[in-house]
């Protein structure tokens, strides 16, 4: 696949920086995005000015910098898009931080349909485990376990490199279930869960279970609409069961 066709294919993925500290890291970013076609740069609560220093290392991808949206809310941020891949350096067991791999996250990030976003979270302290569990996938960048934690430009510019060099291979076009159509399936199975006995903190991990199977699976649109049917009828059919 041409260069030209794999910028097409990326033009569509936006890039959320979490509170960025450093103006220098912020302009890095935007050169990244300008180097491997990524879309628009999203800034949430930015505690540093972009100013000069800002402008100097984005360099050609001052573009990048000049039309970056800022908004307040991660959630609000998340709500907007239909894949989420979020980046961060310390990895779990557990599913809220269970997390694969940059080529793993380039072909999710590539091939889903949708609006997606790469997130990068704050170069003083990462992400919570909350942030992370709204994401639905979490990637982490293997390197030294006595000093695993990159600069944010530079874990930034690797999955960028990661989704360019996925999109340069080519590969087929998985249509992902909308951001909508996700939340109202994981309402319904939580309250499912609710109805036959399950914790209230079972149910909150359910979800993020739900979000990185979804995810780790590449699961079509019409696998969860089938799911979904399924959930929902059962939960109609217990609730009148449970009012005769």
């Keep these: 696949m041409s260069e030209r066709r794999a ?56 573009d990048k910098l000049k039309d970056a949206v800022i908004k307040g809310s991660f959630e609000d941020v998340v709500r907007g898009y239909d894949y989420v891949a979020c980046s ?5 067991s557990a599913p809220v931080r269970r997390a694969m791999t940059p080529e793993e996250m380039a072909r999710r990030i590539v091939y889903f349909s949708g609006r997606r976003a790469i997130v990068i979270g704050r170069e003083d302290r990462g992400l919570s485990n909350n942030e992370l569990s709204r994401c639905d996938a979490v990637v982490t960048i293997p390197a030294n376990p006595e000093y695993p ?83 929902r009828r059962s939960y109609e059919r217990i609730t009148e069961c449970c009012e005769d």
């Design 88 to 92: 961060t350096g310390k990895r779990g």
């Design 149 to 231: 934690i990159l600069n944010a430009s530079h874990a930034a510019a690797i999955l960028f490199y990661a989704a360019y060099r996925e999109a340069l291979a080519g590969g087929e076009a998985v249509e992902r279930p909308s951001r909508s159509e996700l939340e109202a399936f994981i309402r319904y199975l939580a309250m499912l869960a609710e109805k036959v006995g399950v914790s209230e903190d079972k149910r909150k991990r359910l979800g993020v279970a739900v979000r990185r199977m979804l995810s780790e699976t590449m699961a079509p649109r019409n696998d969860l609409r089938l799911l979904f049917g399924i959930v």
């Design 7 to 62: 910028c097409r294919l990326l033009r569509d993925v936006d890039v959320v920086f979490v509170e960025p500290l450093y103006d220098q890291n912020v302009g890095f970013i935007a050169r990244a995005m300008k180097n491997f076609c990524l879309g628009r740069l999203v800034l949430v609560n930015p505690r540093c000015p972009l100013g000069v220093e800002a402008v100097k290392y984005s360099m050609h991808g001052v």
